[in-house]
């Protein structure tokens, strides 16, 4: 038995957020946080979260299931299903970001879990298929997911992500510095997308028109960051914070926190994820600028960290 330790790490979405799941390109960038995994033998299979305190069996969708941690359960259960027998494995996971976060929390915590029990059943398989059947999971948590989360955690690096198409690996001229603030509300992902699946079928011209332009700026961004133009980025970030805020994704606290980041120097800033609540991105030009926007964050209450991505990126 193989009790090896494995992780997948948790991503922003730079650019491109909800047009994603109408097939619109998003340009995402993994994080080296996220969650790590092991496994060791059982005579059921068993989930353990920490530090959450969670310790649940899976629970097959449908079945009349009051117990706490249900979706969780039912998420467990959809992973499970997609091995050819059920593993009687603990799985003990370690979660080193918040969930509902837009940060892919639920994504790197499957991609973890697919990573553990592979491991120890002797499975290989290529990130594109972890990252399939990690779906089975964020399907569970997410509803109708895009596929860009499990796509990153389960990639890494920075890409361009298409629904149904493999990821288009992006090649930073430099690392970027971002800050990532957390609003400290619960982020509404399956919320959010519902929402905007009502807005789109009452208007569906204006919110083509909105994926439109999120499609131009997930492009622009794309050469702004191989060309370095880290001004041009800042920019497009504000310009997709723009159109975010027209499909009513933001809060007034996300909207404090990029107004607050750009007035102490960040040269862009937007929600990341799913929105209505959860994380917002800053973009800064080196650690020393950055560290200057965490703390203005800070100095409202919010949490705040500094994060580099493109680091090594093929
Ligand atoms: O909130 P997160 O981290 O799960 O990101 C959601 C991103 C969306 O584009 C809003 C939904 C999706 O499935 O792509």
Known sequence: ??????????????????????????????????????????????????????????????????????????????????????PALHVRVKMELPSGAGLGGSAALSVAIVRAIDGSLGITRTAAEIAEVAMHAERVFHGNPSGVDTALAAAGGVALYIKGQPLRPVRLARPIQLVIGHSGEPGMTKETVASVARQHSQRPQKVEQIFAGMEAIVNNGKTALEDGDLDKVGQLME???????????STPKLEEMCTAAVKAGALGAKLTGGGGGGCMIALSADVPSAEIVQAALQSLGYKAFVTQVGEGTP
């Open 1 to 86: 038995m193989n009790a090896r330790v494995v992780r997948a790490g948790g991503k922003v979405i730079l650019f491109g957020e909800h047009g994603v799941v109408y097939g619109k390109p998003a340009l995402a960038a993994g994080l080296a946080t996220g969650a790590t995994a092991e496994v060791e033998p059982a005579s059921a299979p068993r989930l353990s979260i920490e530090p959450w305190g969670v310790s649940i069996e899976p629970v097959v969708a449908g079945s009349e299931s009051f117990a706490p941690h249900a979706q969780l359960a039912e998420a467990f259960a959809a992973l499970l299903s997609a091995y050819d027998t059920t």
């Open 239 to 249: 310009l997709n914070q723009k159109l975010l805020l027209t499909l009513m994704l």
